[in-house]
């Protein structure tokens, strides 16, 4: 996580613990994953492992408050990530549910939904700033 940005607020905070439990889940360290509170909040996991589609590419998880998980292959450094797969559903699943998602990608399976679905607007006046304050270390 990248100690430089604010985590002043409540839910900076928690976007930060949630990334955190998801890089633990997945089995990862701390250093391969960064949370920006945004405005809108985003966050990017460096994955290992490749997938067998893309195997000479690396594969990142990348979250967005209004797309939730995703799943990126790397092209060029000076290209963003091209996404092969949104995990859909919650915007904010379980780490649990992050990890299957990841693992059936790198069994070959095609899990979640090529399209990119919308499932919350940015600023929406729902519970996701609540939930992310209320997310425990």
Same mark, same amino acid.
């Not at 996404?83 to 069994?107: E, S």
């Given at each position: ?6 985590? %002043?607020?409540?839910?900076? &905070? %928690? ?8 890089? +633990?889940?997945?089995?990862?360290? %701390? ?9 809108? +909040?985003?966050?990017?996991? +460096? ?22 998980? +995703? ?35 790198? &069994? ?17 006046? =729902?519970?996701?700033? =609540? ?7």
């Amino acid at each position: 996580m990248d100690p430089d940005l604010d985590y %002043g607020d409540a839910p900076a &905070r %928690g976007l930060q613990r949630y990334v955190r439990a998801v890089a +633990a889940e997945l089995g990862l360290d %701390g250093e391969c994953a960064s949370a920006d509170p945004g405005p809108p +909040a985003s966050a990017y996991l +460096a994955v290992d492992g490749h997938l067998p589609s893309f195997p000479d590419r690396d594969l990142a998880l990348m979250w967005d408050e209004e797309y939730g998980w +995703a799943a990126a292959v790397e092209t060029r450094s000076d290209e963003p990530p091209v996404v092969i797969a949104y995990l859909g559903g919650d915007v904010l699943p379980a780490p649990g549910t992050v990890a299957a998602f990841l693992t059936a990608l790198l &069994r070959g399976e095609h899990p979640g939904d090529p399209r990119p679905i919308r499932l919350r607007a940015y600023g929406a006046p =729902d519970d996701l700033m =609540d939930r992310l304050s209320a997310y425990p270390p």
